[in-house]
């Protein structure tokens, strides 16, 4: 996609990007759900897995109120460097349980902050361009991402605290 010349069109570049990183990041941490040992983590990821696939079918909504020709855009190379870096540090077989359950929680809070990021600024675009009901849907995917890192935060320190 060519760079976005009106402020309609990086709303739109905004939301497609968050659908790509949507995409990407449900399919790494339900990967890191079946791999994880613990139930609250586990439990945690799944839940996150189910999330993430309502926020995509918010976003496709909210594309396809943009009045375009064409559904598409481009992959999100962000979101493909973290899914990345995910698979190195949480899908490693040479690792054990304990040091895979933080890393997990790690990669899943930086997969977070950049979704955080997105929604917010595609949030702040939405009430700019007076698109209200978008800006109120954006909102709540945004509380909703913030309550999983919160989460996350929850079960790092206590599984730290328990390592030997």
Sequence with gaps: MSAAKTLDDLY??????????????RQIV???AARVRGEDLAGMLSDA???IGNHMIVLERLIEGCDIAEFGGERCKGME????????????????????AISAIAQFRRM??????????AKDL???????????????????????????????????????
């Design 12 to 25: 739109l570049d905004e939301l497609q990007h968050l659908l790509s990183a949507n995409d990407q990041m």
């Design 30 to 32: 339900r990967l890191m």
């Design 49 to 51: 897995v189910q999330g």
């Design 81 to 100: 460097g973290l899914v990345e870096e995910a698979r190195e540090h949480v899908l490693a077989d040479d690792i054990g349980d304990d040091l895979r």
């Design 112 to 121: 977070s902050h950049y979704g955080i990021a997105g929604f917010g600024t």
């Design 126 to 164: 939405a009430e700019t361009l007076g698109r209200d009901r978008d800006a109120v849907w954006l909102g709540e995917m945004l509380d909703d991402i913030c309550g999983a890192d919160r989460c996350a935060i929850e079960l790092a320190r206590s599984s730290v605290g328990a390592l030997p």
